[in-house]
C-alpha cells in the first residue's frame, strides 16, 4: 500500500506561485508514476500533470503546460508541482495520486490541498 500527503497550498494573488509536495510513504518501491489532479468548485476532476518515477518523463495538461513544473526527489519519496504565473481558473482542490506497477490506473490518492487564487 502507498500512502499520499499534499501540502503546500494557500492563497496567492494571480500572477503568484506556489509550490506543492506530495510525501509518499508505504511501498514506495512499487511506484511506477505520479500526477496531479485538481478539481474547482462544481467541476469535475482533470489532470494536471504526471510524471513517470524512474524516467522521469512529464506530460501536463494544456491548460498549465509552461506555468507548471512537475518533478519527483525519488530518494525522498516525494513528488514537487511547481506552480507559476497562476490565474484564478487554477483555483481548486489539488490531489496527488499514484500508479503503482502491474495496476490500470491511478491506485492511491491524496486527501487534497486547497490552491486559491484571487484575481
Known amino acids: 500500500q502507498v500512502q499520499l500527503v499534499e501540502s503546500g497550498g494557500g492563497l496567492v494573488q494571480a500572477g503568484g506561485s506556489l509550490r506543492l509536495s506530495c510525501a509518499a510513504s508505504g511501498r514506495t518501491f512499487s511506484i511506477y508514476r505520479m500526477g496531479w489532479l485538481r478539481q474547482a468548485p462544481g467541476k469535475e476532476r482533470e489532470f494536471v500533470a504526471t510524471i513517470t518515477w524512474s524516467g522521469g518523463n512529464t506530460y501536463y495538461a494544456d491548460s498549465v503546460k509552461g506555468r507548471f513544473t512537475i518533478s519527483r526527489d525519488n530518494a525522498k519519496n516525494t513528488m514537487f508541482l511547481q506552480m507559476n504565473s497562476l490565474k484564478p481558473e487554477d483555483t481548486a482542490v489539488y490531489y496527488c495520486?499514484?500508479?503503482?506497477?502491474?495496476?490500470?490506473?491511478?491506485?492511491?490518492w491524496g486527501q487534497g490541498t486547497q490552491v486559491t487564487v484571487s484575481s
Open positions: 495520486a499514484s500508479k503503482i506497477r502491474g495496476s490500470t490506473g491511478y491506485d492511491y
